[in-house]
């Protein structure tokens, strides 16, 4: 056995030790129940939702609108839906336009 061999033979010893009494692919031990929120992530939006209240609400956001649209995009990001469902019985149309224009210079 060579000088490199050696050390992957060690590793692939070791992994398969840790597999036999380990957890199964996709079976759970402990921990939160699936679909269980996080406490710590429900008490940080709670503080950041009195925060805001506290600054004045609506009234604040439109001045961050106005200030620092960065942010204030930033924020609109983190509340809207990541995939809007549709009806299937009344289901979403696009219309796609293509529009020319001709532009003069000025000169």
Do not use: W
């Amino acid at each position: 056995m060579t000088a490199q061999a050696a050390p992957m033979a060690k590793v692939e010893e070791n992994s398969q030790k840790r597999t036999r009494g380990g957890a199964k692919k996709g079976e759970r031990r402990g921990g939160r129940q699936k679909g269980t929120p996080n406490k710590t992530t429900g008490e940080l939006k709670d503080m950041i939702l009195q925060a805001l209240a506290n600054e004045g609400g609506v009234k604040y956001l439109r001045q961050v609108a106005k200030e620092d649209m960065r942010a204030f995009c930033s924020l609109i990001g983190r509340v809207l839906p990541l995939t809007v469902a549709g009806d299937p019985d009344n289901p979403v149309e696009t219309h796609n336009v293509i529009e020319y224009r001709v532009v003069r210079s000025q000169g």
